[in-house]
Nanobody, 122 residues
Framework: QVQLIESGGGLVQAGDSLRLSCAGSGRTFSSYVMGWFRQGPGKEREFVAAISWSGGSTHYADSVKGRFTISRDNAKNAVFLQMNSLKPEDTAVYYC???????????????WGQGTQVTVSS
């Protein structure tokens, strides 16, 4: 069982940066692939980024590639999402998720946080 709590959301202007954090519980946190998803107003939830258990491999949605960076600190049971050059279309609730297994491309995540709101004004 893994519990996830996101933080770091807020209201920013276009072009600004924001760093999201996700704190995880459980001794097996380091064995999970970790991902970030988002759901914008009136939209379906979409994949943003994923990172392998070791942190050595990452995968990004095309819409955020080059602007967002996912990282993790297994010693602190934490995963981060550094978001640069934010755009109004990045406005969404951002969710942290954990997935058993090795693939960064499958979307069947096992555990989810409650989400943190990111709003980007133009």
């Amino acid at each position: 069982q893994v519990q996830l709590i996101e933080s770091g959301g807020g209201l920013v202007q276009a072009g600004d940066s924001l760093r999201l954090s996700c704190a995880g519980s459980g001794r097996t946190f380091s064995s999970y692939v970790m991902g970030w998803f988002r759901q914008g107003p009136g939209k379906e939830r979409e994949f943003v980024a994923a990172i392998s258990w070791s942190g050595g491999s990452t995968h990004y949605a095309d819409s955020v590639k080059g602007r967002f960076t996912i990282s993790r600190d297994n010693a602190k049971n934490a995963v981060f999402l550094q978001m640069n050059s934010l755009k109004p279309e990045d406005t969404a609730v951002y969710y942290c998720a954990a997935r058993a297994g090795n693939s960064l491309y499958l979307l069947n995540y096992n555990y989810w946080g409650q989400g943190t709101q990111v709003t980007v004004s133009s």
